[in-house]
């Protein structure tokens, strides 16, 4: 199989993805097309798959069989170097995984230097409008200790965007915080969606998806059960089981 | 009575003000350094005993230092090649590290002087070298020899001090572009020296007591003085007592320099 593919709309191709640990089928054989600047939900309950599927696309998790293209690369390809290829996939995490050893400022600069061989003052310069943007240019100094976890989760997000990705992944990026602070993050996402960054997010915030998806994805059980817009989703779901998921979140 | 029970509390409090009862040894150990230091500037066959095993100071420390620091790369090396998914370093790092901490330091010290470093130099040497084994100094075979025993050690200090650090930390730095090393180098190792620099400052100071290994190969540092010493003179008190007084006079500095440090790395500080 060639290395590149003719370029299309399609940013994201997932061929049939299986992927498990041991015993355990995390993900079974699903495919999935996104295009640019299009943003897309996955939801499902815990254990269906939703992180692993994730973490496939910029190959965190190496997968067992199937083919990914990225921006027309395959990414299952011996030759292809995966670390060019992550440098254009920005990843936001649950837990923020910050470096708590660098200041703010550190944390977003250091990617950059090392790995994008920007000067200081450039690094620098794309770190703060980059801070500019999330909201929180004052905690540049901090360190990520000393923040609270919704402007953890804003750096976080701002070290990605400092890479200039085409692809933005996030999972589950407002579960950990205290529901008070879920606003603020889901407003730089919202940003992000509105200016046409590709984004593949795992969350449960429904009004996030209702607003900024243009498809969600229900996945269960390592399949992909469904794939639908959000209008179609909400008020007529085709599956019981997207049903009765869907059922138990909106309860609350 | 209840007024005696008050009293007595009020002057032990004052007492424990003064010499905290869990503090006697130090000052025990204060009363044993006085005493060699009096038995020394006093008494000649002291004296004696000192000025002969002095320089050896010199050469435990220099032992200590260099074996140590050569120690510390081969930990380094062994520890990352431990945690490494390339199954050839691993097996190498965990035979290294497997079998070394299974024999004693004096075995492995007298197998690197004795078979290991002759085979490498006579194949250098048939190589075309320009020196033969007996060129190469016994402290310099004793101090690969230590680094190579502590190096195992220090392997698996490295090795827990990078299993420590947070997954996360690696698959966030990897998400950004960086290569293994470059997360290695710059995210993960920078945090593991926090959890690291304690333990490796006992080694250190367990190094220093170690290199005494080094008298059994007639290298001069204080344990071979002082048993030169009691041969020359039929004393044995005397160096016995030096050289004891010099290794914990060292010890006791270091270890307060490790506390130091590990005050300071403790992550609440
Ligand atoms: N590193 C791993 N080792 C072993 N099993 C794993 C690993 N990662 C995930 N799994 C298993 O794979 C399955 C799918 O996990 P995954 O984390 O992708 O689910 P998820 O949909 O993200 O769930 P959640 O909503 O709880 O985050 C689960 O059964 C999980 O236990
Ligand atoms: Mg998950």
């Not at chain 1, 499902?44 to 965190?60: A, D, E, Q, Y």
């Not at chain 2, 490796?200 to 001069?220: C, E, H, P, Q, R």
């Not at chain 2, 440090?261 to 500080?269: A, I, K, Q, T, Y």
């Amino acid at each position: 199989m060639s290395e590149k593919i003719a370029p299309s709309d399609d940013i994201i191709i997932l061929d049939n993805i299986y992927k498990a640990f041991g015993p355990v089928q995390a993900v079974r054989g699903v495919s999935l097309r996104v295009k640019r600047g299009e943003v897309v939900v996955i939801i499902g309950p815990s254990g269906s798959g939703k992180s692993t599927l994730l973490r496939c696309i910029n190959h965190l998790e190496a997968i067992d069989s199937g083919d990914i293209w990225i921006d027309g690369i395959h990414l299952t390809h011996r030759q292809t170097d995966i670390n060019k290829v992550r440098e254009e996939i920005g990843m936001v995490f649950q837990l923020f995984n910050l470096f708590p050893n660098y200041t703010v400022l550190e944390n977003i600069m250091l990617a950059q230097r090392v790995v994008r061989k920007r000067s200081k003052e450039e690094a620098r310069r794309i770190a703060m409008e980059n801070l500019q943007k999330v909201g929180i240019p004052e905690k540049a100094e901090s360190y990520p200790a000393q923040l609270s976890g919704g402007q953890q989760q804003r750096v976080a997000i701002a070290r990605a965007l400092a890479m200039n990705p085409k692809i933005m992944l996030f999972d589950e990026p407002t579960s950990a915080l205290d529901p008070e602070m879920i606003k603020e993050v889901l407003d730089v996402m919202l940003q992000l969606a509105k200016e046409g960054m590709t984004m593949v997010v795992v969350t449960h915030e429904m009004g996030f998806a209702r607003a900024a998806a243009d498809r969600i994805v229900f996945m269960d059980n390592g399949e992909k059960i469904e794939e639908t817009t959000p209008e179609k989703l909400f008020s007529a779901p085709e599956h019981d089981r997207t049903r009765q998921f869907l059922s138990r979140i909106l309860a609350h | 009575m209840a007024q005696s029970k008050v009293q007595s509390a009020g002057a032990s409090s004052r007492w424990r003000r003064m010499v905290d009862p869990k503090g006697l040894w130090a000052y025990a150990v204060v009363i044993f350094g006085i005493l060699i230091v009096l038995a020394i500037y006093f008494d000649p066959s002291y004296r004696d005993a000192f000025d002969y095993i002095w320089p050896g100071v010199q050469m435990t420390l220099f032992l200590t230092v260099t074996s140590f620091a050569l120690s510390l790369v081969i930990g380094l090396l062994a520890g990352l090649a431990r945690v490494s998914s390339n199954p050839i370093l691993y097996n190498i790092a965990t035979f290294y590290v497997e079998t070394i901490r299974g024999v004693p330091i004096l075995v492995q010290l007298l197998y690197v002087t004795f078979v290991i470093f002759p085979l490498f130099v006579d194949g250098l040497t048939a190589a075309g070298l320009g020196f033969t084994i007996r060129d190469v100094e016994m402290h310099t075979r004793v101090i690969f020899g230590l680094a190579l025993a502590y190096g195992a050690f220090e392997a698996e200090v490295f090795r827990a001090g990078i299993e420590s650090i947070d997954k996360g930390q690696m698959e966030a730095a990897r998400s950004l572009g960086m290569s293994y090393r470059q997360a290695m180098r710059y995210v993960i190792l920078p945090q593991a020296i926090r959890t690291v620099l304690p333990p490796l400052g006992n080694d250190f100071i367990a190094m220093l007591k170690d290199t005494s290994l080094a008298s059994a190969l007639a290298v001069g540092e204080i344990t071979h003085l002082s048993r030169q010493h009691r041969n020359r003179t039929f004393t044995t008190f005397q160096p016995l007592n030096v050289a004891a007084f010099l290794y914990l006079a060292m010890t006791l500095l270091l270890t307060r320099g490790v506390r130091y440090l590990e005050r300071r790395m403790s992550p609440n500080e």
